[in-house]
């Protein structure tokens, strides 16, 4: 009997033992759950924190007018903001994952990530993208590390320096082009003076000689001053048009009128097929200097016994089109893209003879452009040239946003 009751009172000490064991693992099993889900809402809570700070440092790289490229420590592409798959002409797929050669395919931009697995940064440098010969991009480029001083990856922030470098060079070519011009007449008249001040002053054949040369040098000086004067207005920001009433028609007569001595004397017919009718909202000195341009131009270099014509019609609602022609030798087709450059001349001899000074054009397509319209030229050689511009007929501001194309 004893030995009976120690038997059931181990079991039942069993029995509860277990039960105690079994209620407190369900207790703890209840916590580790609890904590595992904790630890899961957490885990997502800091997984979509994440992914909200770099959808939205992403969005401001987006943003940016400049190109930007975010590596890992080993060089592979992270993100690349739309600025720089514009820049090198790439998608989104052919770049994520991927190296710099695999994607970028320039060698300066790897030995950029090598020089800074040793340095702090880079700045200033500049490199080309493949296949655009003309384009120039700045490099600034930094390493990243972590609190520990390990580096963990890259940032790379591309400058479009394109347009400016054209800049630069325009307004080198401009400054080189305006001094040829100025320096010419001035060499001419400073050494016709000089000579009338060494003792031909004396010599009444020799002034009536050199003072009609000074003085055409000096109208041409002149008349250089006076179109770089007038094209720096026009390329002004602040440069406005004061609109009136214009009848294009009557222009046209007065300023063929003017002309008609010097088509006279080439024997050169001006015919004027505008519409009496055809009036607009414009500046009418500034479209007056451009008549006067385009038809100076026509019968300067059409040749003896040629024909000038102009004409005008209504292309679409409230735009215009004009074309002034003439029949004579034409321009060569490589030259049609540049007349409008300042100083562009496709004769540059019998330019200069004629008194030309290499403006005129340009100072036509700014005007035109201020009344929002284009120019351009049309010409086969042998059979003369078409010069043509829009304008709308409707300006309502003294300034249009923008040319119309």
Not at 5 to 15: E, K, N, R, V, W
């Amino acid at each position: 009997m004893h030995w009976s009751t120690i038997t059931l009172l181990f079991l039942f000490g069993g029995i509860a033992c277990h039960l105690w064991w079994r209620s407190r693992y369900k207790q703890q099993a209840k916590v580790i759950e609890c904590l595992r889900r904790d630890h899961d809402q957490l885990k997502k809570e800091r997984n979509e924190i994440r992914k909200e700070v770099d959808s939205q440092q992403n969005a401001l790289f987006d943003s940016m007018v400049e190109g930007v490229l975010l590596l890992d420590g080993k060089g592979f592409i992270k993100h690349a903001n739309q600025a720089i798959l514009t820049l090198f002409n790439l998608d989104t797929e052919s770049v994520l994952g991927r190296t710099i050669m695999e994607s970028l395919r320039l060698h300066e931009l790897e030995s950029m990530l090598n020089f800074l697995e040793h340095k702090n940064q880079i700045m200033g440098a500049e490199v080309k993208v493949p296949g655009q010969e003309d384009s120039q991009l700045e490099v600034n480029a930094v390493s990243i590390k972590d609190n520990n001083g390990v580096h963990t990856g890259f940032i790379m922030v591309f400058h479009d320096l394109t347009r400016i470098r054209k800049l630069e060079n325009t307004r080198r070519e401009f400054v080189a082009n305006a001094s040829h011009e100025l320096r010419t007449p001035l060499s001419m008249i400073k050494g016709y003076v000089e000579t009338l001040l060494d003792g031909a002053k004396d010599d009444p054949q020799a002034i009536k000689r050199f003072l009609p040369t000074i003085a055409k040098h000096t109208d041409r000086l002149t008349h250089v001053v006076e179109d770089l004067l007038s094209l720096s207005r026009l390329e002004s920001e602040r440069d406005t048009l004061e609109l009136s009433d214009v009848n294009l028609s009557d222009i046209f007569a007065e300023i063929s009128d003017e002309l008609a001595p010097k088509a006279t004397n080439q024997k050169i017919d001006i015919y004027n097929q505008l519409d009496t009718a055809l009036s607009l909202q414009a500046d009418e000195a500034r479209l007056r200097q451009v008549f006067f341009n385009l038809l100076e131009n026509a019968v300067k270099y059409s040749g003896e016994g040629r024909q000038v014509t102009v004409s005008g019609k209504q292309i679409r609602e409230g735009f215009l089109e004009i074309c002034v022609a003439d029949n004579g030798n034409g321009i060569p087709l490589h030259a049609l893209d540049r007349i409008f450059e300042r100083f562009y001349r496709v004769d540059k001899s019998r330019s200069r003879e004629s008194g030309d000074t290499g403006l005129g054009l340009a100072i036509v397509k700014h005007i035109i452009q201020l009344h929002g319209g284009t120019v351009w030229c049309e010409s086969t050689m042998g059979e003369g040239a078409k010069f043509y511009f829009t304008i709308n007929a409707n300006l309502e501001t003294t300034k249009p946003d923008s040319p119309e194309g």
